[in-house]
């Protein structure tokens, strides 16, 4: 069963360091999003791409976040200058979309990031 | 603002009974609703979904019932299992525009007792 594949699946990086996580979405899905969820706390909705552009970002997605899909495979998300309170699961999740995109999410197993 | 709602935290539920989970909503927007299951250190599972012009969709053992005028909907899992234990999220999503973008709720944990 195709799946969609999240690297790294745990990064450390200090405050104020810029990271990249990247996501392998299912091939034939035309829609891509990034959630977090902060230990303890609800999956919470970042941004969604399609087309080779951002559809629609959260309050949370400000100018330090930025996504990307470099080579029509790979969908990344980057954090500029890292924060504490950025750390938090990572879910990309991939939506295979027909018109108006509804449909259930596939989401990959997360990456944790850890900004000390 | 929390538009979607799970007031329960936790369920407990004895292997074989029915386990009924809840979730509210707040967003008359809203027009399509998911349930996802949670095992610790993965990704949400999609379980089951439906749309705003059902008010009942099957699968198995998983049965969503939506109450629009309510704006409420609960997942029914019965006969329940061990195996199903695991957090689970109500989500909820407007068609057009918002191309799929969910909204979850806090979860609900489930524990299935043998």
């Known amino acids: 069963e195709p799946e969609v594949t999240q690297t790294p699946s745990h990064q450390v990086t200090q405050m104020g360091q810029e990271v990249i996580l990247r996501c392998v979405p299912i091939?034939?899905?035309?829609?891509f999003y990034w959630y977090r969820q902060i230990l303890g706390q609800k999956v919470e909705f970042l941004v969604s791409?399609?087309?080779?552009?951002?559809?629609?970002k959260s309050e949370i997605f400000d100018d330090q976040f930025s996504v990307e899909r470099p080579d029509g495979s790979n969908f990344t998300l980057k954090i500029r200058s890292t924060k504490l309170e950025d750390s938090a699961m990572y879910f990309c999740?991939?939506?295979?979309?027909?018109?108006?995109?509804?449909?259930?999410?596939?989401f990959g197993p997360g990456t944790r990031l850890t900004v000390t | 603002d929390q538009q979607v709602k799970q007031n329960s935290p936790s369920l407990s539920v004895q292997e074989g009974r029915i386990s009924i989970l809840n979730c509210d909503y707040t967003?008359?927007?809203?027009?399509?609703f998911l349930w996802y299951k949670k095992y610790p250190a993965e990704g949400p599972t999609f379980l089951i979904s439906i749309s705003s012009i059902k008010d009942k969709n099957e699968d198995g053992r998983f049965t969503v019932f939506l109450n629009k005028s309510a704006k409420h909907l609960s997942l029914h899992i019965v006969p329940s299992q061990p195996g199903d234990s695991a957090v689970y999220f109500c989500?909820?999503?407007?068609?057009?525009?918002?191309?799929?973008?969910?909204?979850f709720g806090d979860g609900t944990t489930l524990t299935v007792k043998p």
């Open positions: 791409f399609y087309n080779n552009e951002i559809s629609e």
């Open positions: 967003n008359s927007m809203f027009d399509y």
């Open positions: 999740a991939t939506l295979r979309g027909a018109g108006t995109g509804v449909g259930e999410q596939y």
């Open positions: 091939s034939n899905h035309l829609y």
């Open positions: 989500a909820a999503s407007e068609v057009g525009t918002n191309a799929g973008k969910s909204t």
